[in-house]
Every structure is written in C-alpha cells, then in structure tokens.
C-alpha cells in the first residue's frame, strides 16, 4: 500500500491505495473517482473495458464515503503539473456506505456541527485539521529551540486563577469542589525553579458565555514560563514563537492553503518585520482618534481589537495595563505601579487577541498585597507564594490559544471549525 501523498515516487508502477470515497462521476464506459487516504486526494480513472466485471461493479456501486482498495498506475495528469492520477486495473469495495447525510453542496452550520464526526472528512476540514497539526507542533519545536521543556499542569484545580466566575465546577470525592483549569500557569512557575523553562500544553476551560467567532468553552493553550526573562525579552520571545508558526505553516501547507483559498502572501511580509508594540496609555487615544469610545482603564473590545491591527501588516503589542483590570500575579511597572508589566498580542487580519502575558510578581509582600486587594484568600494560595521565599527570580510568561492561532493561520472566520470537536455554550456533541 502507499500513501497518496508519496504517488510521485511511484509514476507507471502498479500500486495499491487504500481510503474512502470522496467524489463520483461516471460517464457511460468511464468512472471518475475521486479517493481521500488522509494523506490526501486523488482522482483515479475506471475504464470498464480495462476492468474486470467485479472490479467495475466494485467501483460504480460505491458511494460516497465508501472504503475500497484501489489498484492502478499513477501518472502525471496531462495538462496540470504536480497533479496525479491514477489509472485502475482492480478495485475491491471493503464496505459500502450507507447514503451520505453532507453532500458535496452547502450545508446550514448546525446540521454541520450535529455531524460533526462525520463533517471532519471534508476537504475543508481536513485541511484545517492539518494546519492545526503544523501549528502545534511548530510551537513544540520553536520552544524546545528555546531551551524549553514541556511539563505539562493538572486539569482539575483547586481554585482559580483570575477568579471562580469563568470556572467550570466538578464534584470531587470527599474533597468538595474541584474546577476544570483555565490556565496552567501557576504551576508551571514552579516547575520553572525546576528546570527554568517550561510550558504546558493542553485542555482549558472558560465558563463564559462569550458567543463569538473567537471563543469556545473548552480550548487548547500553550502556556509558558521561563525564569530570569523579564518583559521585554517575554515579547521578544512570543514574537518569535509567532513568526516560527506562520514560517511553517508558508512552508508546509501549501496544498491546503490551496483548498481553503488562503492567501499567504500576508504571512509572508509579517514574518520579514519587527511587531508594533504599544503601551496601553498610547492605545486608548490613538483608538478614539479613530473612532473608537474606549475610555481609559477599559478593556480593549473586539472592534478595538480589529481597528489596532487593520491597516497593519504585523501584530501588535498593547503592553503594560492598568494593574485594576488585570490579574495579581501580573508585576507592577517599577515606574509607574498603576500598571502592570503584561501584554496582549493582537494578530493581523482580523484574528483578534492571539496571546496574554507578562512578567510575574515576584516580590512575596507586594503579591501578598495583590492578593489581599482582590479579595482573594491568601491560604488558597500558599503554595504559589513559597515560591516567592525560596530562591524567588524574575521570570515572565504567556499563553497562546492554539484555535486563536489556527483560526489566524487557517483564515477560516468561525473558531468552531479549529478544533476536531468544538465546545460551545449551546453545544457539547457529538
Ligand atoms: P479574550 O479577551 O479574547 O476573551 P482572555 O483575555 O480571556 O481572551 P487569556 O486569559 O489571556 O485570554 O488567555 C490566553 C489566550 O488564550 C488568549 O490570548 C487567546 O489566544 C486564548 N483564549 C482565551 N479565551 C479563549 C476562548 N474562550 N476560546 C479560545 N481561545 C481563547
């Protein structure tokens, strides 16, 4: 068997593909089918002069989505460079589907997200599946260049981090109260006096009923931590991170660029320039001067978010936040402590808010202090603070939403369609 993704190694020999069907046209003595192995598509061509009489039968009884064994000889196609096809001399149907509930038109979103499980065949989302593959492992390997190592944090925690309002609550045992995690960062500052830099990768969970095209309720993140970086190296440090995914998505998603109609000529110049960077204070009247009514001391909206990044070829850094709007553990700004040493990164072409992160508190009074001022209690966090007592360092991290990312990457408009099962207010199936 070969791969579909290998069949240029193989001109005008006889080889055998297994996979589904994707497409079928047939035209009296011939038939046009097209096969998807997952390592890709290709068009196999069916001359019932050529096949035997079960081999014909085989290949113009399967349907959609049937599963077959194909053998035939690879050529190159005539007039298009780079595109292959296969001509068949035997066929053997392994199962004959039933008929296909997504046809090759267009479908509402709904009934698209009730199938999902079977909607993740399409072209489209099997392209999006392997952007999304690129991206995460383009993240691994651009950290562990870094000299991070990957630790990874629990999933249940016992108490929040910026608050129990956006947690998911879950029964656990005796115990009480466990939450699902929305960020592993407390403890991977601690594995960083372990190895000094790290990050986790996994599930995070929001319970907000944030209904956007950028949220869901269960996401993937990357956090990471490194110890001895302060704020402006973090930056530095995310920006790379950033123009080390788009590089290799330019570099290997060229096919499915191509099926999502994906320009690629933006990635392309962003990852050539240095990103803007602007602090907050600069943000807000350069913001309304453009129309916006944001006040100082507010968040950024998503129309903000859009404005800052819309004429820009590269992201854009909004650093140092009043501290009143931002989390305690984030440090205070030695020359102004009303803001906090953090940053968000908004990405270009509408993507929005691509990561958070900033340097850490790493005075035990002064976080002490943050604690008390958000009402939180200082004995659910004794453990995050004898950090701060034993061998305590500057140290700096951030976390990127790998959907946010793939969403950017892909430019497909929905964060539902970058994640093989989303997790939305309204939808927890299939
Ligand atoms: P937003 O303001 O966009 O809701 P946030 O400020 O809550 O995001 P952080 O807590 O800083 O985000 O999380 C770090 C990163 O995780 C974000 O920059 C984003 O990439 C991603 N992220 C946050 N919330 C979500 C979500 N609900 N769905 C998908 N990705 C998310």
Redesign the pocket.
């Known amino acids: 068997m070969v791969f579909i993704s290998d069949i240029r190694q193989h001109i005008g020999q006889t080889v055998e593909i297994k996979g589904w069907v994707y497409n079928t046209r047939s035209s009296g003595s011939l038939a046009f089918v097209e096969i998807r192995d997952g390592s890709g598509f290709i068009q196999c061509v069916a001359s019932k002069q050529e096949l035997s009489d079960d081999a014909w039968n085989a290949i113009t009884r399967a349907g959609q989505e049937s599963s077959v064994a194909i053998t035939g000889i690879p050529k190159e196609h005539p007039k298009k460079a780079g595109v292959f096809e296969i001509s068949v001399t035997h066929v053997v149907l392994i199962h004959q589907a039933v008929e296909y509930p997504i046809a090759h038109k267009e479908h509402g979103p709904e009934f698209l997200l009730e199938n999902r499980h079977l909607w993740l065949r399409s072209k489209r989302q099997w392209a999006i599946l392997r952007v999304r593959d690129v991206v995460e492992t383009a993240i691994n390997e651009y950290l562990h260049q870094q000299k991070f190592i990957r630790t990874d944090s629990p999933v249940f925690t016992p108490n929040s ?2 608050g129990t309002t ?1 947690l998911f609550p879950v029964p656990y045992f005796d115990l009480g109260e466990a939450y699902l995690s ?2 592993g960062q407390l403890y991977i500052e601690a594995a960083i006096a372990s190895v000094g830099r790290c990050y986790d990768f996994g599930p ?1 969970f ?1 319970a ?1 009923k ?1 209904v956007t095209k ?4 269960e ?1 993937w ?1 990357m956090d990471a931590e490194a110890a001895f970086v302060e704020h402006e190296e973090n930056m530095r440090i995310q920006e790379g991170l950033v123009k080390y995914i788009a590089s290799a998505c330019i570099e290997k998603c060229t096919e499915e660029f191509a099926i999502l109609e994906r320009d690629s000529e933006p990635l392309k110049k962003m990852v050539e320039l240095p990103f803007v960077k602007l602090t907050y204070e600069e943000a807000i009247p350069w913001l309304r001067e453009r129309g916006s009514d944001i006040e100082l001391g507010e ?2 909206g998503n129309d903000d ?1 859009a404005l800052l990044t819309k004429d820009s070829p590269v992201p854009v850094f909004i650093h140092k936040w009043p501290k009143t709007i931002k989390p305690f553990y984030m440090k205070l700004d030695p020359t102004d402590p009303t803001r906090v040493l953090n940053n ?2 908004i990405g270009i072409e509408g993507s ?6 900033s340097q850490r508190e790493d005075n035990f009074d002064l976080l002490l202090e943050r604690i008390r001022e958000e009402g939180l209690s200082p004995e659910e966090y004794s453990w995050y603070m004898d950090l701060r007592k034993y061998g305590s360092v500057p140290h700096s991290g ?8 793939v969403r950017w990457m892909t430019g497909v408009e929905h ?1 539902r369609e970058c994640i093989p099962f989303p997790r939305l207010v309204n939808r927890v199936r299939p």
């Open positions: 981090v910026e956006t929305q960020s995070v929001r907000e944030s950028r949220h869901l309720t996401f993140m968040d950024l978010e968000d990164l929005g808010e691509i990561i958070g992160g951030f976390g990127i939403g790998v959907e946010r990312m964060i």
